[in-house]
Nanobody
């Protein structure tokens, strides 16, 4: 079993920055891939960024160049640095972990992640 807990959300004005953290615990050696997802009211949960155990990353087109995913393996912590935030980035952000070796094309698909946090709210005002 793996547990993940997000932190770092908040309210910021457009153009500002936030850094989200996700602490993983439990059987973390079994994790092959971690990701950040977000869900805005009335919308589907969408993949934002992913990183695998070799630090290969993938980003949604909507956040490329603005968001950076990283991990500190010694601390079992995942990060999402979000810069140049826009109102459309407003959503609940979720951290997810997968014990599966997810193919590159599928790493932003929620189906392949089997452990989820409770989410942290990010609100960007114009």
């Amino acid at each position: 079993q793996v547990q993940v807990v997000e932190s770092g959300g908040g309210s910021v004005q457009a153009g500002g920055s936030l850094r989200l953290s996700c602490a993983a615990s439990g059987y973390t050696v079994s994790i092959h891939c971690m990701g950040w997802f977000r869900q805005a009211p009335g919308k589907e949960r969408e993949g934002v960024a992913s990183i695998d155990s070799n630090s290969n990353t993938r980003y949604a087109d909507s956040v490329k160049g603005r968001f950076t995913i990283s991990q500190d393996n010694a601390k079992n912590t995942l990060y999402l640095q979000m810069n140049s935030l826009k109102p459309e980035d407003t959503a609940m952000y979720y951290c997810a972990a997968s014990q599966y070796r997810i193919s590159w094309w599928a790493r932003l698909q929620r189906t392949f992640y089997n452990y989820w946090g409770q989410g942290t709210q990010v609100t960007v005002s114009s």
